[in-house]
């Protein structure tokens, strides 16, 4: 039996009442929206808060709507199950609901929402034990102890001084590809920011929002009728296991069926997100074909750094990255294919 640390549980009624609190309480506080990283995480030791601040009464969290521009407006409170079935994101984002499907199991789809999903705390093999396994490491960068503690190294990355734990997020990767971008409020007002921009390559410090700060929406910008996307995930089973990679591509397509523009974003293989530059530059301008596709795929392979922190080799994590890519490519750039 692992048992929680002790902790106060508040359970806001309106979202004033939580910002109210989470301006109170600033890094004592923990966001528990489905509790099924946390507290697993919790129970590992690994976070010890003082205080959780859940959001499940915070109704207007949890919503999913059509602005007038044609965004999708998704509160970060929803379920992925609610996602999965939800009419808006089968008719605009098939590819989501198809992503949402993949996660977990029906019970975690259940509980787990969107905005932990994009927040997912990151994940390596040195530091995902308990605090009995991890004594042994003397700590590690990721923890937050001092540096010199641990000799500004990172054990998954010999002579490196910042962290290198992967970010494990199913939906990020597609969210990227597809501009969406991120709401966030404090009692000081509300801002937003493209989802890219949430993200940090400190694995330690993975998330660039302020202690007194919560995520309340994402948006996503209608796409085109011109425009395709998709998600491919590979993992080593079913269900209930994180990605060995997955990635999220968009691309433009004009009548004469030329590819007026890429985005390729791989997840699951770094410390954030990365968009795949040149696999969308070597795809522009043209009816790409099996060798464009070739060559994307090989760009997207190379474009990723893994590091030594996950149960599958670099060079395995690096080709199924090269792999998923050009099945994406291959059934969003198909000539059968009609939108």
């Known amino acids: 039996m692992m048992p ?8 806001p009624s309106t979202l004033p009442e939580a910002l109210e609190l989470k301006e109170k309480l600033g890094a004592e506080a923990k966001i528990l929206a489905g509790g099924t990283d946390l507290l697993v995480s919790m129970k590992h030791g690994l976070f010890k808060p003082g205080h959780l601040l ?8 949890a919503g999913i709507s059509l602005t007038g521009d044609g965004t999708i407006r998704m509160g970060t409170m929803c379920t992925l199950d609610a996602i999965g079935r939800d009419p808006i994101v089968g008719e605009r984002l098939p590819p989501m609901q198809s992503a ?28 995902d034990h308990s605090e009995f396994w991890r004594g042994a490491l003397c700590g590690c960068l990721k923890l937050g102890l001092d540096p010199a503690q641990v000799n500004l190294v990172c054990h998954a990355g010999p002579g490196l001084a910042m962290c290198t734990a992967v970010f494990f997020s199913d939906l990020a990767p597609l969210l990227i590809a597809l501009d969406a971008v991120v709401e966030i409020r404090s009692r000081a007002g509300a801002r937003t ?19 007194d700060e919560i995520m ?24 209930i296991d994180f990605p060995v990679a997955n990635v999220g591509v968009r691309v433009g397509i004009d009548p004469s069926g030329a590819c007026t523009g890429a985005k390729v974003v791989v997840g699951a293989v770094q410390t954030c997100p990365a968009e795949i530059r040149g696999a969308g530059e070597i795809l522009k301008g043209a009816a790409p074909g099996p060798d464009a596709i ?30 998923l890519v050009r099945r994406a490519l291959k059934e969003l750039l198909s000539p059968d294919r009609h939108d």
């Open 216 to 239: 309340t929406a994402v948006l996503v910008p209608g796409p085109g009728k011109d425009v395709r996307f998709c998600h491919m995930k590979f993992s080593l089973r079913g269900a």
């Open 100 to 127: 949402v499907r993949g996660i977990a199991s029906p019970q975690i789809r259940n509980r787990a929402s969107l905005g932990g999903n994009l927040c997912i705390n990151t994940r390596c093999f040195y530091y």
């Open 294 to 323: 070739e060559e994307a795929a090989r760009a997207a392979s190379a474009g990723v750094n893994p590091f030594p922190n996950a149960y599958e080799s670099i060079g395995y994590r690096k080709k199924i990255v090269g792999v």
């Open 193 to 211: 920011i493209p989802l890219a921009e949430l993200y940090s390559t400190d694995g330690g410090a993975h998330l660039a929002f302020g202690n």
């Open 4 to 11: 929680l640390p002790p902790f106060e549980l508040h359970s």
């Open 54 to 61: 859940w959001l499940g009464r915070v109704g207007d969290m």
